[in-house]
């Protein structure tokens, strides 16, 4: 039920995408459906702390692949936030910007792999995080299990179709000369070619 005409919904989908893949693009949609969200909001990462120990491609390549993956979706759009934040980011800092942008007449929806939303407990400042915004964790068919220490009414998960897609993998299939067309959008798969990405990495 909604809460009033002028809530709207708005799911957050925070990422690295390095790159961005269909996994990414079948995971907001079909959350899009599941909480009739009017908007998904793609906030690709600055420095994402967990990763701090590896190289990332430049945010500005990764906004712009995010750009070029979502472009043809009417419901879906690009936050600079992260990127243009300095310093590590963390999701808490995310979700007080998006929600001082939108307003108070929004409900936020977290969006993220049930992998993620299993070290959520660690994440800094949880309590906060479940106070604004629902989490949503994304997970293969028969794969959904909840973690016990979640609060209740604050988490969902839902099953995605299978989606064993990564960027990880979409970079190690670059390196070793494998194609990636159909894993992320054709344009994609051109802007990484046109930049040269990934090529010489073993990561
Ligand atoms: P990497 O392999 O570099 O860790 P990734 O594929 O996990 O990359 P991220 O940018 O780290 O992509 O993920 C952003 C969010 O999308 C995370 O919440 C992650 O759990 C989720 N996610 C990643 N791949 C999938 C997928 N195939 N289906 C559903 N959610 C996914
Ligand atoms: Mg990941």
Known sequence: MRNGAATRRLGIM????DP???????????VAHHFSLDEVVFVPTGQPWQKAHKTVTAAEDRYLMTVIATASNPRFSVSRVDIDRPGPTYTIDTLREISALYGPDVELYFITGADALAQILSWRDVDELFRIAHFVGC????HAL??????EGRVSLIE??????????CRERVAAGEPIWYLVPDGIVQYINKRG???DQAR
């Open 20 to 30: 961005i893949h269909h996994g990414h693009l079948v995971a907001a949609s079909e």
């Open 197 to 199: 990405l990934y090529r």
């Open 146 to 151: 909840l973690d016990p220490g979640l609060p």
């Open 14 to 17: 925070g990422g690295t995408f």
């Open 160 to 169: 995605i179709p299978a989606l064993s897609i990564s960027s990880t993998e």
């Open 139 to 142: 997970d293969r068919p028969g």
